[in-house]
T-cell receptor
Framework: AQTVTQSQPEMSVQEAETVTLSCTYD???????LFWYKQPPSRQMILVIR??????QNATENRFSVNFQKAAKSFSLKISDSQLGDTAMYFC???????????FGAGTRLTVKP | IAGITQAPTSQILAAGRRMTLRCTQD?????MYWYRQDLGLGLRLIHY???????GKGEVPDGYSVSRANTDDFPLTLASAVPSQTSVYFC?????????????FGQGTRLTVV
């Protein structure tokens, strides 16, 4: 079964600065999807960004971008120009292309300081 | 409003009692999931279903059962609740397609077993 590891339980960043959250995963599959989800205090899970494993180009969504290293099985999230509203738990997730099995990491609690 | 709905929002349950958490989606997604979220452990997959009529075990299936009689509903049953099942439970659904793969989440059910 796939495993997802987030090695940073907590991180903080100053408003307007850049921060990178780490994620590694383990799989024997070649086709899969990777995600970063945000969970604010409201508890709602919100998709931040998605990456298809077959695409070499790193995904970008406004201030959010990823560094996808397939050979290293690494999928980090970079948040540029951090805003107070970015304060949340961030979860990295892996979805198998073959059977929809979706696994999450333990999460990183990000605090953006004014 | 399209989306995924869980009920109840929260529940206090006596140990040994039977409980069914309800989950309904109106997006006609094939895949559905149940996760539990615990501090420091992230979201752990309990059971999933790739399509109506099929179910599969996730990381932590013991003590839980599911059914998928139709596309829209995916109830999770605790046959005899124990305190270690105190958690926040999330239901999710996804449509694994080339153009749009994303898991949509319900608002969560906070369950306390006493």
């Amino acid at each position: 079964a796939q495993t997802v590891t987030q090695s940073q339980p907590e991180m903080s960043v100053q408003e307007a600065e850049t921060v990178t959250l780490s994620c590694t995963y383990d799989t024997s599959e070649n086709n899969y999807y990777l995600f970063w989800y945000k969970q604010p205090p409201s508890r709602q899970m919100i998709l931040v960004i998605r990456q298809e494993a077959y695409k070499q180009q790193n995904a970008t969504e406004n201030r959010f971008s990823v560094n996808f290293q397939k050979a290293a099985k690494s999928f980090s999230l970079k948040i540029s120009d951090s805003q107070l509203g970015d304060t949340a738990m961030y979860f990295c997730a892996f979805m198998s292309y073959n059977n929809n099995d979706m696994r999450f990491g333990a999460g990183t609690r990000l605090t953006v300081k004014p | 409003i399209a989306g995924i709905t869980q009920a109840p929002t929260s529940q206090i349950l006596a140990a040994g009692r039977r409980m069914t958490l309800r989950c309904t989606q109106d997006m006609r997604h094939n895949a559905m999931y149940w996760y539990r979220q615990d501090l420091g452990l992230g979201l752990r997959l309990i059971h999933y279903s790739n399509t109506a009529g099929t179910t599969g075990k996730g990381e932590v299936p013991d003590g839980y059962s599911v059914s998928r009689a139709n596309t829209d509903d995916f109830p999770l049953t605790l046959a005899s609740a124990v305190p270690s099942q105190t958690s926040v439970y999330f239901c999710a659904s996804s449509e694994n397609s080339e153009m749009n793969t994303e898991a949509f989440f319900g608002q969560g059910t906070r369950l306390t077993v006493v």
